[in-house]
Each structure stands twice: as C-alpha cells, then as structure tokens.
C-alpha cells in the first residue's frame, strides 16, 4: 500500500540554522504530496503541498519539491525561527485518505 | 471560531469501559476522517464519511470501535470495552468537497488514557 517514510530522530537546531527533513514515499501512480505541522498545543495543519512530478510548494519560508526520480519529498528552509519548533509530518493523499509519515520534531533553540 | 471541534479532549477511563469521542466539523464539509495517532507515530487512518455514508474502514477499527454520522454533520466514535491499546490521540478532520485533494482540516484530538 501506499506509505511515507520520514528520517529518524527528532531535529536540534540553532536559530538561524538551515533545516532539512527527509521524506520518500512508495505509492502507485502518482499522488499528491503533503508536509502538516503541528505546533504544541495545537491540531494538524497544511503547511504546503505539491500535486506533481516537480512542482514546488512553499510556505512560511518552507519549500519541498516533488522528485519523481527520487520519490522524494524534502522539507528545507533556509533559516529556521524559534518559532517554528513543532513536529513535522509528511503526507501522500491516495484512495481518498492522506497517510502519514511517523514525524520529525524540530526544536529550535535560541 | 469555526474550526473542527473534538470533545471531550481529554478522556481517562478504566479497562473494560466504553467512550465516546464527538467531533463537529466545519460547517458545510460534507467530508469527515478519523484518525489514530500513538506516541511516536504519524496519524493512522481509521474511517472516513461523504456525508452521512460511512465509505471506508481501515482494519486497524476492530469490532469494538463504531463510528457514525446520522445527519450528515457531526461524528461520534465509540469504543466499547476499552483495553490499554486503545490509549491514543484520536483525531478528527474534515473537507470541503470529497477529499479535497488531501488538504483536510483537523482537530485538536481527543486523548484517551484508558488505566
């Protein structure tokens, strides 16, 4: 079935730090890709998408590009806030749900 | 505020008990999910509704898990006889139209700690 695999551990950074996470997905055909947050305290939300081979989403300063070759799903941003400490989800819509990738949780320190 | 609301948001019950989770979406959304989240894990997929019809369970909801949506508005979801596997995050999302793509909008939760 179709799956999410995220890299293992939580992320430590200091403010200002460029922050990677990796996703990779196994799907048949080729599904919409996701990357939620999840802030402490609060519920799921849409960070950004991408609907196919190549497009790039971005939000809030994120970006993550759809790679076909690599079936990859990259989260980056280039320098992360104390702000953007919370839990990171990657996600592929396919059969009318969105499935989930286990989560990274970013702490940004000061 | 408008968003999806879960209650209660936090249930602790003892082994063998039955709860209820009530989830009211956001006005209109004609699309509701459950999800499963444990320590540790990514959301898992439990069921889903296109209005009041219930469309897919994933096997993950045993015969003690029951879901509905009569009116085609808010959710419940059951647990009958609780055992401590069911302590979880139990979340709820909801779409505008089908599955809107994938963008769904979700609730805070509901915990449960079943002792």
């Known amino acids: 079935g179709d799956s999410v695999t995220q890299m293992e551990g939580p992320v430590t950074l200091s403010e200002e730090a460029f922050l990677t996470i990796n996703c990779t997905y196994t799907?048949?055909?080729?599904?919409?890709l996701f990357w939620y947050v999840q802030y402490p305290g609060e519920g799921l939300q849409l960070l950004l998408k991408a609907t196919k081979a190549d497009d790039k989403g971005s939000n809030k300063g994120f970006e993550a590009t759809y790679r076909k070759e690599t079936t990859s799903f990259h989260l980056e941003k280039g320098s992360v806030q104390v702000s953007d400490s919370a839990v990171y989800f990657c996600a592929l819509y396919g059969n009318n749900r969105l499935a989930f990738g286990k989560g990274n949780q970013v702490v940004v320190i000061p | 505020d408008t968003g999806v609301s879960q209650n209660p948001r936090h249930k602790i019950t003892k082994r063998g008990q039955n709860v209820t989770f009530r989830c009211d979406p956001i006005?209109?959304?004609?699309?509701l999910y459950w999800y499963r989240q444990t320590l540790g894990q990514g959301p898992e997929f439990l069921t889903y509704f296109q209005n009041e019809a219930q469309l897919e369970k994933s096997r993950l909801l045993s015969d003690r898990f029951s879901a509905e949506r009569p009116k085609g508005s808010f959710s419940t979801l059951e647990i009958q006889r609780t055992e401590q596997g069911d302590s979880a995050m139990y979340l709820c999302?909801?779409?505008?139209?089908?599955?809107?793509?994938?963008?769904?909008?979700f609730g805070e939760g509901s915990r449960l700690t079943v002792l």
């Open positions: 999302a909801s779409s505008p139209s089908g599955g809107n793509g994938g963008e769904l909008f």
């Open positions: 799907a048949t055909g080729y599904p919409s």
């Open positions: 006005s209109e959304h004609n699309r």
